[in-house]
């Protein structure tokens, strides 16, 4: 297939490692965490931040300290000029992969130079549902939603959504607590690997309210977190087996094979090839096709099958042609699931959410972050995720 002249390339791709929920990044607000991802990939690539013309953000939690566009008091809170113009979205897990999907045709349409797309979550300060723990303003379904899925049980909470794939897939409590150990494993095999985007953060040190320091004493310093903090002691495979059920009695979903909250953030600088080459900037990766699909939200994991085969039309690409293929690992029924529909049995060859945790604001720029920095592909490679209610985003890249 001929390579077009003008291609939208990735210039800068970082992320955080990634916490556990009230680990050791809970003490950072989303704004500030988020403004220092935004240092980092400026520094990296050596851009100078006036170059931007567009930032866009990712949150799921939109409420509390995450509310208000997140995206645009990071921009503000990085020190970037303030002409640079963001926007905060919400696809759930595909948040931020739909963010660098939109920055992708940002460009290709000469409406931006430079597009800077990622996301935050912070699952320590802003619990997932922390949103729709406000009766008081409202809940979010509305009746005529609620009615349309009424006869399949109403919208069920994610891991029940799980469950109902296992048992569409026929998919045993073994097979999910095997798929989760290896995703572990994996992990821990590419953690002393590059990790060239990993952005350097530490935790914030914060006092309980009225705590005094007594004479003399100082307050512990930490040093910077080194990797993503679930791999620092991970379960054994002994333990997830002994797991309860965590969401249907005698079911098949643990807290080990469904992705635990984290908190993270990650992002991606997205420009035309010929942009890089007039501004010295280094091409990480070119963007080969871009998918979304939808699905019915009472099995809505299997919207990132839909995204992908979309990515792969748009890219004129067969499956055969993939070498390396990720999926965001909301639960192990998904991934499962969705190296079933695509035909795959190499799939997330450096573990993932069941691994690290799932910062799901951060989580699909966090994925192409870690394929080129530390995921090291060599070839044409699919990222992918699905989020509730069924919404699915894809993306193929090849090195530059």
Request: glycine share 12%; hydrophobic share 50%.
């Amino acid at each position: 297939m001929p390579v077009p002249a003008e291609r939208a390339v990735i210039v800068g791709a970082l992320r955080t490692p990634y916490g556990s929920r009230g680990g050791a990044l809970a003490g950072w607000h989303p704004v500030d965490l988020s403004a220092r991802v935004l240092d980092a990939l400026v520094e990296t690539c050596a851009l100078a931040p006036a170059l931007v013309d567009r930032v866009i953000w990712a949150a799921h939690s939109q409420v509390g300290a995450q509310a208000a566009n997140v995206g645009r008091r990071s921009v503000l809170a990085a020190g970037w000029p303030e002409t640079v113009p963001a926007a905060t979205i919400d696809a759930h897990g595909a948040s931020s992969l739909e963010a660098v999907l939109a920055a992708t045709e940002s460009v290709l349409r000469k409406g931006a130079r430079v597009v800077v797309a990622g996301g935050v979550e912070l699952a320590s300060a802003v619990p997932l549902g922390a949103a729709l723990a406000q009766p008081a303003v409202g809940r979010p379904m509305g009746a005529r939603l609620a009615e349309r899925y009424r006869a399949e049980g109403g919208m069920a909470p994610p891991g029940l959504v799980a469950e109902h794939l296992a048992a569409s897939r026929e998919l045993s409590r073994r097979q999910l607590d095997d798929w989760a150990i290896a995703s572990v494993q994996r992990a821990l095999a590419c953690a002393g690997t590059a990790s060239d985007h990993l952005v350097s953060v530490g935790p914030v040190q914060k006092e309980p309210s009225g705590a005094v320091l007594g004479k003399g004493r100082k307050r512990p310093i930490r040093p910077p977190v080194p990797c993503d903090e679930a791999l620092v002691a991970p379960m054994s495979p002994s333990a997830v087996r002994a797991l309860p059920p965590a969401y249907l009695e005698g079911g098949v979903v643990t807290a080990a094979n469904f992705a635990l909250e984290g908190d993270g953030a990650a992002a991606v600088a997205v420009t035309t090839s010929s942009f890089a080459r007039a501004n010295g900037l280094r091409p990480l990766a070119a963007v080969l096709g871009c998918g979304r699909s939808g699905c019915s939200p009472t099995l809505w994991p299997l919207a990132a099958t839909g995204a992908t085969r979309a990515a792969l039309d748009m890219a004129g690409l067969s499956p055969a042609e993939i070498g390396w293929w990720r999926v965001l690992e909301s639960s192990a029924a998904a991934a499962i699931a969705w190296g079933e529909d695509m035909g795959v049995k190499d799939l997330n060859p450096g573990g993932g959410e069941l691994a690290t945790t799932c910062p799901l604001g951060a989580a699909g720029a966090g994925m192409l972050a870690s394929a080129l920095g530390g995921g090291g592909i060599t070839g044409k490679a699919v990222v992918a995720a699905a989020g509730e209610l069924g919404v699915g985003a894809a993306c193929i890249i090849e090195p530059a």
